[in-house]
């Protein structure tokens, strides 16, 4: 597909979704909702990870669970407006497959899934593959995370497609769109099993002593923006808020935290579990690199590097890894 | 798909009063139902307007789908919980976590240490066995070590006169004095002072339910009465919002989550993971 047609495909689906794409800003790109022409064409492919996610095409920031009147819960209805993120990363997408785990059985969460639209956007260049080999090396990985199109660049302004669901199937071939390849999902784990550098991570963060992570709480100061902008993470509170003006009614809602924050692990009476900072940020490496592998066989880590990014004192992952591993040695 | 959010109405038959700032929420389930649980299971209770909260219920003794909680005011749900009167409803959803390991405690001594309103979730076991005639006293042993800061704040004094006729309860108080004529042995102190003064039962499991400080100080007495890491079962308390789910993520504990791993746990699994107590 060229861009002129890709302009046309974004333009048909604007008529269905409400699409959110990355869109550059200074040095950096945003993911932000596309709303017309000119903002079609200021839609970035350079492949860059956007500093926010598209994770409330997922997960929305704030979802109504329940309502209820004079006291009482009625029935929800759960329904959602659809959605499209377009251009996510093969990292981001990997973050999906998470999401499908974590809430398999959340019937919001499916619903907002059936109602929204993934399209990917790849690139392979410089894999030194060519021919059938990149082919091959372009569907091993294409098979193993989740997505309804892909984009896969193919040259200057031009691009290969798949399809990883019937919806994006049927997406195209209702554009008028027809050569494209279906790639069957093979599951998330790959063949060879978890990437070895991810799991010495999570050995490290298994085997670290405690005490090695008053260093990064001295450090950290519990902003919370790692995990706001980490594709991976999904806390949440839930909470009810009553309506000012009609006594007894109001709605139940879902809303995004991060574990960074101070009353995230408070009970009644006041005690808190994660009362520093160390505590924090060993609970959030702990989630990503023990939790997530001891319950779902992958890493809650998709290597995106945003959290590296955000940082406000400039903690980065390779640094902490690395202190952890030092740390061990001088024990 | 069945919303896991979504819960049964149960009704207030009883309200009575346990302590300061404690009282105790006879209920059934509104359609007649049963509560199909594990002693140490833990339900999700809510007030529309004002959230959910979690509680341990405890099957009423001698009364068929008749249950209990204990709820100490210390927050919007629990505040709003106490301004309940027989006749109102609330939601309840359940039951979560893994209870009691019950085929493990079959013939064995059993060590129960609570403190506080912790005494909730033993006392949801103990009134499982009476119900169900399986204390079996003849062939094993129960002591109860009950620490409180005050007799003020013990809760389902009743049950504990009752229960003191069958087995062995231990009481510390951290101010004032235990009245007379309760029956029950009383020192003064934090729980830990009842180590040094009573002979502690031995060869079995040993059960802890309190506020964090308690696992803090009295796992090593226990460790040092002879029990090994296997037979030392903690319920844990923690935050939760999806609350059994394993999503929100506000109770994890290393490499565990309270609502769907625990919240029993031996001190086998707990011991490497600093954030437990």
């Known amino acids: 597909m060229t861009k002129t047609t890709l302009n046309k495909f974004i333009e048909y689906l604007k008529q269905t979704y409400k699409i959110y794409a990355p869109v550059r800003d200074g040095s950096e790109l945003y993911v932000k909702p596309i709303n017309d ?39 929800k209805n759960i329904k959602y407006d659809p959605e499209c993120a377009f251009l996510m990363s093969v990292m981001d997408l990997k973050a999906v497959g ?15 899934r059936q109602s929204n639209l993934l399209i990917g956007q790849a690139f392979f260049e410089g894999t030194g593959f060519t021919g059938h080999l990149r082919e091959r090396y372009e569907e091993d990985i294409l098979e193993h995370i989740i997505f309804d199109i892909m984009l896969v660049k193919a040259g200057p302004n031009k691009w290969k497609f798949y399809t990883g669901s019937e919806k994006g199937q049927v997406i195209l071939e209702a554009f008028g769109f027809k050569d494209f390849e279906h790639i069957e999902f093979a599951g998330l784990i790959k063949e060879e099993g978890i990437d070895p550098e991810l ?46 003006k009609e006594k007894g009614s109001g709605q139940r809602v879902r809303s995004w935290t991060t574990c960074f924050y101070n009353d995230f692990s408070e009970v009644g009476g006041g005690a808190k579990f994660l009362k520093t900072n160390a505590r924090r940020i060993q609970n959030w ?35 902490v890894f690395k202190w952890l591993e030092e740390h061990k040695k001088s024990k | 798909m069945i919303n896991p959010y979504e819960h049964k109405e149960a009704q207030v038959i009883k309200v009575s009063d346990q302590g300061t700032d404690i009282k105790s929420f006879d209920f059934k389930i509104k359609d007649g139902g049963l509560l199909d649980y594990t002693p140490g299971q833990f ?11 979690v509680f341990v219920p405890a099957e009423k003794v001698g009364k068929k789908n008749v249950y209990d909680i204990a709820v100490h005011k210390l927050g919007r749900v629990t505040s709003r919980f106490h301004q309940l009167k027989t006749g109102d409803t609330f939601g309840i959803r359940g039951p979560y976590g893994n209870g009691f390991d019950l085929n493990k405690f079959k013939g064995k001594n059993i060590l129960l240490i609570a403190g506080g309103i912790g005494l909730v979730p033993l006392r949801c076991l103990l009134n499982y066995y009476i119900n169900r005639n399986e204390l079996d006293l003849k062939n094993r042993s129960i002591q109860l070590l009950y620490g409180c800061r005050s007799f003020g704040v013990m809760i389902f004094k009743d049950e504990l006169k009752k229960w003191n006729r069958d087995f062995d309860i231990q009481i510390s108080l951290d101010e004032g004095d235990h009245p007379a004529g309760t029956g029950m042995n009383c020192y003064k102190g934090v729980i830990t002072v009842l180590f040094n003064k009573i002979d502690i039962i031995k060869n079995g499991v040993a059960i802890l339910c309190g506020p964090p400080v308690i696992y803090k100080f009295v796992v090593p007495e ?28 506000h109770c994890a504990v290393g490499p565990y989550y309270v609502c769907k791993d625990g919240p029993v746990f031996s001190y086998a699994q707990l011991k490497d993971t600093v954030q437990y107590f």
Request: aromatic content about 12%; overall charge negative; glycine content about 6%.
């Open chain 1, 37 to 75: 022409e000119s903002e079609i064409a200021e839609i970035d492919f350079t492949n860059q990870i956007p500093i926010n996610t598209f994770k409330p095409v997922l997960l929305p920031k704030r979802d109504v669970l329940f309502d209820f009147k004079k006291g009482k819960f009625e029935k």
């Open chain 2, 222 to 249: 226990v460790k040092q009465v002879g029990y090994n890491d296997e037979d030392i079962y903690l319920s844990l308390e923690r935050r939760m919002h999806c609350a059994g789910l394993g999503t929100c993520q």
């Open chain 1, 98 to 112: 998470l999401f499908h785990q974590t809430f398999e059985r959340d019937p919001y969460y499916q619903k907002k």
């Open chain 1, 285 to 319: 490496y702990t989630h990503k690199w023990v939790r997530t592998p001891k319950e779902f066989q992958i890493m809650g880590c998709v290597n995106c590097g945003r959290c590296d990014k955000v940082c406000p004192v400039g903690i980065k992952r390779a640094d």
């Open chain 2, 43 to 53: 339900f999700v209770f809510s007030l529309p307007g004002y959230g959910e909260s």
């Open chain 1, 199 to 244: 799991e010495r991570h999570r050995k490290e963060i298994v085997e670290a002593d405690n005490s090695a992570w008053g260093h990064w709480g001295d450090i950290c100061t519990a902003c919370g923006k790692c995990a706001i902008d980490c594709p991976t993470c999904y806390c949440f509170n839930i909470e009810d808020e009553q309506d000012t």
